[in-house]
Protein backbone atom coordinates (compact mmCIF):
# COMPACT_ATOMS: atom_id res chain seq x y z
CA UNK A 1 0.00 0.00 0.00
CA UNK A 2 2.76 2.26 0.55
CA UNK A 3 3.75 2.33 -2.57
CA UNK A 4 1.04 4.05 -3.44
CA UNK A 5 2.01 7.32 -1.33
CA UNK A 6 3.91 10.08 -2.21
CA UNK A 7 4.87 12.91 -0.11
CA UNK A 8 4.61 16.53 -1.88
CA UNK A 9 1.76 19.44 -2.05
CA UNK A 10 0.74 19.04 -5.18
CA UNK A 11 1.22 15.23 -5.50
CA UNK A 12 -1.84 15.33 -2.24
CA UNK A 13 -3.38 18.57 -3.71
CA UNK A 14 -7.00 17.71 -3.64
CA UNK A 15 -6.86 15.80 0.04
CA UNK A 16 -4.89 19.19 1.06
CA UNK A 17 -7.99 21.53 -0.71
CA UNK A 18 -10.41 20.00 1.25
CA UNK A 19 -8.09 20.01 4.86
CA UNK A 20 -7.61 24.07 3.57
CA UNK A 21 -11.79 24.36 3.22
CA UNK A 22 -12.28 22.49 6.78
CA UNK A 23 -9.77 24.85 8.77
CA UNK A 24 -11.36 28.08 7.30
CA UNK A 25 -14.60 26.73 8.87
CA UNK A 26 -12.38 26.13 12.03
CA UNK A 27 -11.43 29.81 11.97
CA UNK A 28 -14.97 31.08 11.30
CA UNK A 29 -15.91 29.58 14.85
CA UNK A 30 -14.01 32.02 16.79
CA UNK A 31 -14.82 34.72 14.60
CA UNK A 32 -18.11 34.73 15.67
CA UNK A 33 -16.80 36.05 18.93
CA UNK A 34 -14.19 38.56 17.82
CA UNK A 35 -15.82 41.58 17.39
CA UNK A 36 -19.47 41.70 19.51
CA UNK A 37 -18.08 40.33 23.05
CA UNK A 38 -17.42 43.02 24.70
CA UNK A 39 -20.77 45.06 23.93
CA UNK A 40 -22.38 41.74 24.39
CA UNK A 41 -21.31 41.05 27.70
CA UNK A 42 -22.19 44.75 28.89
CA UNK A 43 -25.38 44.90 27.09
CA UNK A 44 -26.83 41.52 27.70
CA UNK A 45 -25.13 40.83 31.27
CA UNK A 46 -24.61 44.17 32.88
CA UNK A 47 -20.73 42.82 32.77
CA UNK A 48 -18.10 46.14 33.25
CA UNK A 49 -15.16 44.69 34.79
CA UNK A 50 -12.61 44.25 32.35
CA UNK A 51 -10.90 41.01 33.86
CA UNK A 52 -15.14 39.05 34.01
CA UNK A 53 -15.51 40.35 30.40
CA UNK A 54 -11.93 38.54 29.45
CA UNK A 55 -13.13 35.68 31.46
CA UNK A 56 -14.30 34.02 28.35
CA UNK A 57 -10.87 34.03 26.58
CA UNK A 58 -9.66 32.79 29.46
CA UNK A 59 -11.79 29.92 29.41
CA UNK A 60 -11.22 28.89 25.85
CA UNK A 61 -7.60 29.86 26.23
CA UNK A 62 -6.89 27.58 28.78
CA UNK A 63 -9.44 24.63 27.07
CA UNK A 64 -8.03 24.80 23.61
CA UNK A 65 -4.31 24.23 25.38
CA UNK A 66 -5.03 21.39 27.53
CA UNK A 67 -7.14 19.56 24.25
CA UNK A 68 -3.89 20.62 22.02
CA UNK A 69 -1.68 18.93 24.12
CA UNK A 70 -3.71 15.79 23.89
CA UNK A 71 -4.55 15.78 20.17
CA UNK A 72 -0.96 15.68 19.36
CA UNK A 73 -0.69 12.22 22.17
CA UNK A 74 -4.13 10.63 21.00
CA UNK A 75 -3.00 11.93 17.25
CA UNK A 76 -0.90 8.86 16.58
CA UNK A 77 -3.16 6.05 18.16
CA UNK A 78 -6.92 7.31 16.97
CA UNK A 79 -6.07 8.71 14.13
CA UNK A 80 -6.44 12.65 13.07
CA UNK A 81 -9.67 12.22 11.12
CA UNK A 82 -11.54 10.38 14.40
CA UNK A 83 -10.18 13.49 16.40
CA UNK A 84 -11.39 15.92 13.48
CA UNK A 85 -14.89 14.74 13.21
CA UNK A 86 -15.17 14.75 17.34
CA UNK A 87 -13.92 17.97 17.61
CA UNK A 88 -16.86 19.06 15.46
CA UNK A 89 -19.20 17.41 17.96
CA UNK A 90 -18.50 20.19 19.88
CA UNK A 91 -18.94 22.78 18.04
CA UNK A 92 -22.94 22.52 17.45
CA UNK A 93 -24.21 23.25 20.74
CA UNK A 94 -21.74 26.86 21.04
CA UNK A 95 -24.29 28.96 18.76
CA UNK A 96 -27.15 28.12 20.73
CA UNK A 97 -25.88 28.09 23.96
CA UNK A 98 -24.94 31.90 23.04
CA UNK A 99 -28.22 32.70 21.93
CA UNK A 100 -30.14 31.28 25.02
CA UNK A 101 -27.05 32.32 27.78
CA UNK A 102 -29.23 33.40 30.54
CA UNK A 103 -26.30 34.17 32.59
CA UNK A 104 -22.01 35.14 31.73
CA UNK A 105 -21.39 31.84 33.10
CA UNK A 106 -23.15 29.89 30.28
CA UNK A 107 -21.13 32.35 27.89
CA UNK A 108 -18.21 30.81 29.44
CA UNK A 109 -19.07 27.26 29.38
CA UNK A 110 -19.65 28.30 25.25
CA UNK A 111 -16.09 28.80 25.28
CA UNK A 112 -14.67 25.65 27.04
CA UNK A 113 -16.39 23.85 24.37
CA UNK A 114 -15.13 26.07 21.68
CA UNK A 115 -11.74 25.66 23.21
CA UNK A 116 -12.23 21.70 22.97
CA UNK A 117 -13.74 22.16 19.55
CA UNK A 118 -10.29 24.44 18.15
CA UNK A 119 -8.21 22.25 19.60
CA UNK A 120 -9.09 18.77 18.33
CA UNK A 121 -10.21 20.57 14.92
CA UNK A 122 -7.23 22.74 14.21
CA UNK A 123 -4.10 20.23 15.59
CA UNK A 124 -5.75 17.74 13.64
CA UNK A 125 -5.71 19.73 10.14
CA UNK A 126 -2.04 21.24 10.93
CA UNK A 127 -0.79 17.49 11.71
CA UNK A 128 -2.32 15.81 8.53
CA UNK A 129 -1.13 19.11 6.04
CA UNK A 130 2.31 18.14 7.57
CA UNK A 131 1.98 14.18 7.06
CA UNK A 132 0.97 14.95 3.55
CA UNK A 133 3.53 17.39 2.29
CA UNK A 134 6.64 16.48 3.62
CA UNK A 135 9.67 18.44 4.15
CA UNK A 136 9.86 20.65 1.24
CA UNK A 137 6.77 22.29 0.92
CA UNK A 138 6.16 22.35 4.91
CA UNK A 139 6.42 26.39 5.09
CA UNK A 140 4.15 26.80 2.35
CA UNK A 141 1.77 24.23 3.60
CA UNK A 142 1.33 25.92 7.24
CA UNK A 143 1.10 29.16 5.62
CA UNK A 144 -2.71 27.76 3.64
CA UNK A 145 -3.27 26.58 6.36
CA UNK A 146 -3.06 29.19 8.78
CA UNK A 147 -4.10 32.08 5.87
CA UNK A 148 -7.56 29.73 5.59
CA UNK A 149 -8.17 29.84 9.67
CA UNK A 150 -7.29 33.56 9.88
CA UNK A 151 -8.94 34.68 7.10
CA UNK A 152 -11.95 33.14 8.10
CA UNK A 153 -11.59 34.74 11.39
CA UNK A 154 -11.07 38.25 9.78
CA UNK A 155 -14.73 37.26 7.48
CA UNK A 156 -16.60 36.02 9.87
CA UNK A 157 -15.58 39.25 12.43
CA UNK A 158 -16.56 41.48 10.13
CA UNK A 159 -19.70 39.82 9.35
CA UNK A 160 -21.01 39.49 13.06
CA UNK A 161 -19.64 43.37 13.14
CA UNK A 162 -22.38 44.22 10.27
CA UNK A 163 -25.17 42.04 11.46
CA UNK A 164 -24.87 42.82 15.09
CA UNK A 165 -24.77 47.09 13.65
CA UNK A 166 -28.23 46.55 11.84
CA UNK A 167 -30.14 43.60 14.23
CA UNK A 168 -28.39 43.97 17.36
CA UNK A 169 -25.69 41.90 19.44
CA UNK A 170 -28.15 38.68 20.14
CA UNK A 171 -29.26 36.48 18.43
CA UNK A 172 -28.62 36.78 14.88
CA UNK A 173 -24.97 37.14 14.69
CA UNK A 174 -24.63 33.60 15.98
CA UNK A 175 -26.36 32.08 13.01
CA UNK A 176 -23.77 32.09 10.99
CA UNK A 177 -21.71 29.74 14.09
CA UNK A 178 -24.86 27.13 13.23
CA UNK A 179 -24.31 26.90 9.59
CA UNK A 180 -20.71 26.90 10.40
CA UNK A 181 -20.66 23.73 12.61
CA UNK A 182 -22.75 21.71 11.06
CA UNK A 183 -20.91 21.74 7.51
CA UNK A 184 -17.39 21.95 9.06
CA UNK A 185 -18.79 18.27 10.48
CA UNK A 186 -20.28 17.14 7.25
CA UNK A 187 -17.23 18.16 5.94
CA UNK A 188 -15.09 15.83 7.92
CA UNK A 189 -16.68 13.03 8.28
CA UNK A 190 -17.46 12.55 4.16
CA UNK A 191 -14.16 14.03 2.63
CA UNK A 192 -11.22 13.72 4.88
CA UNK A 193 -8.75 10.70 4.48
CA UNK A 194 -6.52 10.21 7.86
CA UNK A 195 -2.77 10.48 7.08
CA UNK A 196 -1.00 8.38 9.31
CA UNK A 197 0.30 6.44 6.75
CA UNK A 198 1.99 9.03 5.12
CA UNK A 199 4.32 9.49 8.20
CA UNK A 200 5.92 5.92 8.13
CA UNK A 201 7.08 7.08 4.52
CA UNK A 202 8.74 10.64 5.44
CA UNK A 203 10.24 8.62 8.61
CA UNK A 204 12.60 6.08 6.24
CA UNK A 205 14.30 9.35 5.01
CA UNK A 206 14.39 11.37 8.20
CA UNK A 207 17.80 12.28 10.00
CA UNK A 208 16.50 14.00 13.02
CA UNK A 209 17.37 12.06 16.44
CA UNK A 210 14.60 11.23 18.95
CA UNK A 211 13.61 13.43 21.75
CA UNK A 212 14.22 11.74 24.92
CA UNK A 213 11.42 13.29 26.60
CA UNK A 214 9.13 15.34 23.92
CA UNK A 215 7.71 17.51 26.55
CA UNK A 216 10.52 18.95 28.40
CA UNK A 217 12.51 19.33 25.10
CA UNK A 218 9.99 21.34 23.68
CA UNK A 219 9.44 23.36 26.59
CA UNK A 220 12.89 24.12 28.26
CA UNK A 221 15.45 21.58 27.25
CA UNK A 222 16.18 22.05 23.05
CA UNK A 223 17.30 26.05 22.72
CA UNK A 224 15.37 26.03 18.88
CA UNK A 225 12.28 24.33 20.26
CA UNK A 226 12.37 25.84 23.48
CA UNK A 227 12.74 29.25 22.05
CA UNK A 228 10.15 28.86 19.28
CA UNK A 229 7.39 27.87 22.10
CA UNK A 230 8.13 31.12 24.26
CA UNK A 231 7.37 33.06 21.27
CA UNK A 232 4.21 30.98 20.40
CA UNK A 233 3.01 32.01 23.87
CA UNK A 234 4.08 35.06 23.77
CA UNK A 235 2.37 35.58 20.68
CA UNK A 236 -1.15 34.36 21.69
CA UNK A 237 -0.84 36.71 25.07
CA UNK A 238 -0.98 39.65 22.52
CA UNK A 239 -3.41 38.21 20.59
CA UNK A 240 -5.79 37.31 23.59
CA UNK A 241 -5.19 40.83 24.96
CA UNK A 242 -5.91 42.22 21.30
CA UNK A 243 -8.89 40.42 20.83
CA UNK A 244 -10.57 41.51 24.14
CA UNK A 245 -9.03 44.63 24.99
CA UNK A 246 -8.96 46.40 21.81
CA UNK A 247 -12.51 46.47 21.32
CA UNK A 248 -13.13 47.67 24.86
CA UNK A 249 -10.53 50.78 24.05
CA UNK A 250 -12.56 51.55 20.93
CA UNK A 251 -15.64 51.71 22.73
CA UNK A 252 -14.41 54.42 24.96
CA UNK A 253 -13.41 56.15 22.14
CA UNK A 254 -16.88 55.81 21.36
CA UNK A 255 -16.55 53.49 17.98
CA UNK A 256 -19.46 52.41 16.26
CA UNK A 257 -19.45 48.64 16.36
CA UNK A 258 -19.82 48.57 12.73
CA UNK A 259 -16.05 50.37 13.05
CA UNK A 260 -14.87 48.43 15.39
CA UNK A 261 -15.85 44.96 13.70
CA UNK A 262 -13.59 46.52 10.79
CA UNK A 263 -10.64 47.31 13.01
CA UNK A 264 -10.88 44.07 14.39
CA UNK A 265 -10.99 42.22 11.24
CA UNK A 266 -8.57 43.58 9.57
CA UNK A 267 -5.64 42.32 11.96
CA UNK A 268 -6.44 38.64 11.64
CA UNK A 269 -7.23 39.28 7.52
CA UNK A 270 -3.87 40.85 6.85
CA UNK A 271 -2.50 37.86 9.47
CA UNK A 272 -4.44 35.32 7.54
CA UNK A 273 -3.11 36.18 3.81
CA UNK A 274 0.23 37.24 4.77
CA UNK A 275 0.66 33.64 5.21
CA UNK A 276 0.34 32.84 1.95
CA UNK A 277 3.70 34.62 1.18
CA UNK A 278 5.46 34.07 4.51
CA UNK A 279 4.64 30.13 4.72
CA UNK A 280 6.47 29.97 1.32
CA UNK A 281 9.43 32.31 2.29
CA UNK A 282 10.09 30.00 5.69
CA UNK A 283 11.04 27.65 3.28
CA UNK A 284 13.76 29.25 1.80
CA UNK A 285 14.80 32.12 4.33
CA UNK A 286 15.67 32.32 7.97
CA UNK A 287 13.50 31.03 9.83
CA UNK A 288 15.03 32.44 13.41
CA UNK A 289 15.04 35.63 11.55
CA UNK A 290 11.22 35.66 10.49
CA UNK A 291 10.35 35.07 14.30
CA UNK A 292 12.66 37.64 15.29
CA UNK A 293 11.51 40.35 13.18
CA UNK A 294 7.78 39.23 13.39
CA UNK A 295 7.90 39.44 17.01
CA UNK A 296 9.79 42.58 17.24
CA UNK A 297 7.20 44.02 14.27
CA UNK A 298 4.22 43.08 16.36
CA UNK A 299 5.50 44.96 20.15
CA UNK A 300 6.31 47.84 17.90
CA UNK A 301 3.02 47.89 16.77
CA UNK A 302 1.00 47.30 20.22
CA UNK A 303 2.95 49.94 22.31
CA UNK A 304 1.92 52.77 19.69
CA UNK A 305 -1.56 51.59 20.50
CA UNK A 306 -2.84 54.18 23.25
CA UNK A 307 -1.37 57.02 21.73
CA UNK A 308 -3.87 56.78 18.60
CA UNK A 309 -7.49 58.20 18.47
CA UNK A 310 -7.78 57.90 14.40
CA UNK A 311 -9.68 55.48 12.24
CA UNK A 312 -7.04 54.84 9.99
CA UNK A 313 -4.55 55.11 12.34
CA UNK A 314 -5.89 51.80 14.10
CA UNK A 315 -6.43 50.26 10.63
CA UNK A 316 -2.69 51.10 9.92
CA UNK A 317 -1.56 49.38 12.94
CA UNK A 318 -3.89 46.24 13.26
CA UNK A 319 -2.22 45.65 9.45
CA UNK A 320 1.44 45.78 10.77
CA UNK A 321 0.11 44.10 13.81
CA UNK A 322 -1.22 41.41 11.62
CA UNK A 323 1.76 41.45 8.97
CA UNK A 324 3.98 40.63 12.47
CA UNK A 325 1.70 37.74 13.27
CA UNK A 326 1.81 36.42 9.49
CA UNK A 327 5.66 36.60 9.99
CA UNK A 328 5.83 33.95 12.70
CA UNK A 329 2.62 32.12 12.57
CA UNK A 330 3.51 29.75 9.69
CA UNK A 331 7.23 29.79 10.85
CA UNK A 332 7.00 28.61 14.26
CA UNK A 333 5.04 25.08 12.83
CA UNK A 334 7.31 24.43 10.29
CA UNK A 335 10.26 25.11 12.37
CA UNK A 336 9.23 22.66 15.43
CA UNK A 337 8.49 20.10 12.42
CA UNK A 338 11.92 20.53 10.65
CA UNK A 339 13.31 19.92 14.61
CA UNK A 340 11.62 16.80 15.43
CA UNK A 341 11.29 12.90 13.60
CA UNK A 342 8.35 12.47 12.00
CA UNK A 343 6.70 9.84 15.03
CA UNK A 344 7.32 12.45 17.60
CA UNK A 345 6.11 15.60 15.39
CA UNK A 346 2.65 15.61 16.56
CA UNK A 347 3.45 15.11 20.17
CA UNK A 348 5.52 17.80 19.89
CA UNK A 349 3.69 20.72 18.01
CA UNK A 350 0.84 19.54 20.71
CA UNK A 351 3.48 20.61 23.28
CA UNK A 352 3.85 24.07 21.73
CA UNK A 353 0.64 24.38 21.11
CA UNK A 354 -0.59 23.66 24.28
CA UNK A 355 2.07 26.51 26.02
CA UNK A 356 0.85 28.82 22.41
CA UNK A 357 -2.73 28.76 23.28
CA UNK A 358 -2.45 29.44 27.36
CA UNK A 359 -1.12 32.71 26.13
CA UNK A 360 -4.62 33.30 25.40
CA UNK A 361 -5.46 32.95 28.90
CA UNK A 362 -2.69 34.56 29.95
CA UNK A 363 -2.87 37.55 28.04
CA UNK A 364 -6.11 38.25 29.48
CA UNK A 365 -5.81 37.47 32.66
CA UNK A 366 -2.69 40.05 32.66
CA UNK A 367 -4.07 42.69 30.38
CA UNK A 368 -7.66 42.18 32.04
CA UNK A 369 -6.07 42.88 35.60
CA UNK A 370 -3.93 45.53 34.54
CA UNK A 371 -6.33 47.43 32.60
CA UNK A 372 -8.82 47.08 36.38
CA UNK A 373 -6.07 48.38 38.37
CA UNK A 374 -4.57 50.97 36.30
CA UNK A 375 -5.92 51.69 33.00
CA UNK A 376 -6.36 49.76 29.25
CA UNK A 377 -3.40 51.63 28.11
CA UNK A 378 -0.89 50.46 30.84
CA UNK A 379 -2.41 46.87 29.76
CA UNK A 380 -1.56 47.21 26.43
CA UNK A 381 2.16 48.78 27.17
CA UNK A 382 3.11 46.27 28.93
CA UNK A 383 2.20 43.67 26.92
CA UNK A 384 3.89 44.74 23.69
CA UNK A 385 6.98 45.49 25.96
CA UNK A 386 6.65 41.58 26.29
CA UNK A 387 6.30 41.07 22.92
CA UNK A 388 9.84 42.82 22.23
CA UNK A 389 11.74 41.00 24.91
CA UNK A 390 9.95 37.56 23.68
CA UNK A 391 11.98 38.55 20.36
CA UNK A 392 15.25 38.98 22.03
CA UNK A 393 14.66 35.72 23.53
CA UNK A 394 14.44 34.10 19.30
CA UNK A 395 17.85 36.31 18.64
CA UNK A 396 20.28 35.30 22.00
CA UNK A 397 18.91 31.69 22.10
CA UNK A 398 18.06 30.10 19.16
CA UNK A 399 20.01 28.72 16.89
CA UNK A 400 21.05 29.86 13.48
CA UNK A 401 18.02 28.05 11.42
Known amino acids: ?11 NWKQFAILVIVNAFVGGMVGLERTIFPKFATQEF ?6 AILSFIVAFGITKALTNYFTGRLANKFGRKNLLAFGWLFAIPIPFILMNATSWNWVVFANVLLGINQGLTWSSTVVMKIDLVGEKDRGFAMGINEFAGYFAVGVVAFLTGIIAQKYGVTPYPFYLGIGISIVGLILSILFVNDTRKFVNIEQKSNQNKALGNVFLE ?12 QAGLVNNLNDGMIWGILPILLLSLNYETKNIGIIAAIYPTVWGIGQLFTGKMSDHYSKKKMLFWGMLLQGIAIISIPFLTDFYEFATIAALLGFGTALVYPTFLSAIASATS ?3 RAESIGVFRLWR ?9 LSGIIADIYSVETAIIFIGVLTILSS ?4 FRMPRN
Request: charged letters at 20%; aromatic letters at 4%; proline letters at 2%.
Open 218 to 229: TTFKNKSLSSIT
Open 1 to 11: MSKNITLGLRE
Open 342 to 344: PTQ
Open 392 to 395: LVIQ
Open 357 to 365: DLGYAIGAI
Open 46 to 51: GIDSKT
